[in-house]
């Protein structure tokens, strides 16, 4: 039975790979650009050595929905890139589990996606003690090559920097991680950064967390990308600012009835307390017994923003889908911070202090 189940599986993944495969991608993406005509990129965007003094950026706010072909899911990301680069945008970032919407290529998950929870939706299909990491396991080389494909050459067709979200993949070593993703304009992968901080139910699911920050340097300035929870400790942000880091761009999925306060726990204050400017995309919609909500915004330092209140553009609402853009102003911001940090403001002796025995503390649950 066991070998039965193995055969099938391995069919399952190669009839998904098939209609999923590279030329049906491109073919989408011909028919796309034709009918958008002007792409919004007639004037190529200088990505020189220099970096640049204003950089425009465009946040997405994506709905969730369950596609049952790859050319769905190739327009509705297109659709958003599209809408970006017409403002102007040589950064696009895009939400946390930007690749869920492919689960729908599973057969029968459209119709259990609907009201049941994950887990449950994945029992019925599965049956046995299967977790959900086990099929976005599964489902990892399809979503790999749906997603990275699509998004390299989105990218190129754009000719601007993309921030693709992250997706719930496996990992050089098997385990399952949410990972986010970087573009540049000509497509090529600039690295990636794995999620640390995770939800109690990604633990449930059985989602493995990373360990490891990173910093990309790029003609739009240093570069990083937490995910979604990594914002509600300010110890992520500080590092990152410490590693250098100029914009830092927050994919998120929140599963919860949208509250301002409990917002505020995420990129505002962090972007505040470290001095960079901060671009959060967010996932919305219903699916699989969750409400997801949230509002993509672009935030910086209280002094940088038109009302002071440290918010550059924000959406209206944390349910409809859109897209918010806005430049920033890179000069302003190196200048606040050598004005601001000319003094010295970290007491770095008191960290050392009391930091190491304060987190060892911590874990042996003391």
Known sequence: ??????????????LLLWHTRKARIDKALARLVTEAGQLGCSNRRDFGPQKMDKVTVAAVQGKL??????????????????????????????????????????????KLGSDKGMDEALKEMAGGEAKV??????????????????????????????MPGSIIIPD??????????????????????????????????????????????????????????????YETFRLLTLMGADIILLPIANPEEYNYYKALRGIWPRVQEN????????????????????????????????????V????????????VWATLDMQALWQQRAEKRSHNPFNVELYEKYFPKAYESFQHGN
């Open 312 to 323: 550059i553009a924000e959406s209206a609402d944390s349910t409809g889908e859109g897209v």
């Open 1 to 14: 039975m066991k070998l039965v189940n193995r055969l099938k599986e391995g069919l399952l993944l190669k």
């Open 65 to 110: 929905e369950l596609v049952s072909s790859v050319e769905q899911y190739v327009e509705r990301m297109f659709r958003y890139t599209e809408k970006a680069a017409r403002k102007g945008a040589q950064l696009v970032v895009f939400p946390e589990d930007n690749g869920t919407h492919l689960l729908g290529l599973l057969p029968g998950m459209d």
């Open 172 to 233: 050089e070593g098997g385990q399952v991680v949410n990972r986010a993703f970087l573009y540049d304009h000509q497509g090529r992968q600039v690295g990636s950064q794995t999620k640390l901080h995770l939800l109690p139910v990604e633990h449930t699911w059985g989602i493995s967390c990373g360990q490891e920050l990173k910093v990309f340097d790029t003609p739009l300035g240093k570069l990083a990308f937490p995910v979604c929870m990594d914002a509600s400790f």
């Open 133 to 162: 990491a086990d099929i976005f396991g599964f489902l990892g080389p399809v979503t790999n090559q749906v997603y990275h494909y699509t998004f390299s050459r989105l990218a190129q067709l754009f000719q601007v920097y993309i």
């Open 275 to 310: 001095l960079v400017y901060g671009v959060k995309s967010a996932l919305v919609g219903e699916a699989f017994g969750m409400t997801l909500t949230g509002k993509a915004g672009i935030y910086a330092p209280m002094e940088l923003t038109p009302n002071r209140d440290g």
